[in-house]
């Protein structure tokens, strides 16, 4: 009798063991899945962070090694190209260094842009600006295409005020030689420049 107890005890027990590796596994808790991938997530933001903050210092750095070659006025930096070129080239240039074309926004901008030009280009030059009025005559814009706002067109010759070129000069230049007065000047011309550079 004790004999036939233990072979259904021992049969039970089988039985209970092989219904459980028989059972479905179970599934790992959600709530752990979504813990790892709120953590996946915040590292990638961190990760996204880290790298914002590394561009923003590279262009810091590209900044002040600009500005230790050229001028910082207000929050631009100047850099003089003495190397003659026309418009267009001279425009490629200063986009292919992360600049636009010198504009100045203010009587103050104006006369240290044409002090740099004095001293890093020479006393009697012109730098092409960075404006223009190709799309409509008389209609000078900056190199987003927006109005100008701040003008120092040279007005002191009344028979012919500038700008006078007409549909033939749509190109501005600064004049160092008259004070940094702006004259229009054909785009195909050979003229030095500065390169502006905004500061963030």
């Given amino acids: 009798m004790e004999y036939r107890g233990v072979c259904v005890l021992l049969?039970?027990?089988?039985?209970?063991?092989?219904?459980?590796?028989?059972?479905?596994?179970?599934?790992?808790?959600?709530?752990?899945?979504?813990?790892?991938?709120a953590a996946i997530e915040d590292l990638q933001k961190q990760i996204n962070d880290i790298v914002q903050e590394l561009n923003l210092l590279k262009e810091q750095q590209a900044l002040q090694t600009v500005c230790l070659k050229g001028i910082k006025v207000h929050d631009k930096c100047f850099l003089a190209d003495p190397v003659k070129k026309r418009y267009h080239t001279a425009s490629e240039d200063c986009n292919a260094l992360?600049?636009?074309?010198?504009?100045?926004?203010?009587?103050?901008?104006?006369?240290?842009?044409?002090?740099?030009?004095?001293?890093?280009?020479?006393?009697?030059?012109?730098?092409?600006?960075?404006?223009?009025?190709?799309?409509t005559e008389g209609a000078w814009v900056d190199h987003m295409g927006s109005t100008i706002t701040y003008k120092n067109w040279d007005t002191s010759n009344y028979r012919s005020p500038q700008p006078d070129g007409g549909m033939s000069?749509?190109?501005?230049?600064?004049?160092?030689?008259?004070?940094?007065?702006?004259?229009?000047?054909?785009?195909?011309?050979?003229?030095?420049?500065?390169?502006?550079?905004?500061?963030?």
């Avoid at 039970?12 to 063991?17: A, D, E, K, R, S």
Wanted: proline residues 5%.
């Fill in 98 to 135: 992360g600049g636009v074309l010198s504009t100045p926004t203010s009587s103050d901008e104006n006369n240290q842009l044409r002090d740099y030009v004095r001293q890093s280009i020479g006393p009697d030059e012109q730098v092409w600006l960075g404006i223009n009025d190709m799309v």
């Fill in 169 to 200: 000069q749509n190109c501005g230049v600064l004049s160092a030689a008259s004070n940094g007065k702006w004259f229009d000047e054909v785009c195909r011309e050979e003229k030095a420049s500065v390169c502006q550079f905004n500061i963030v």
């Fill in 11 to 37: 049969g039970v027990l089988l039985l209970v063991n092989w219904s459980v590796q028989q059972a479905p596994p179970r599934r790992k808790p959600v709530k752990k899945e979504t813990t790892k991938d």
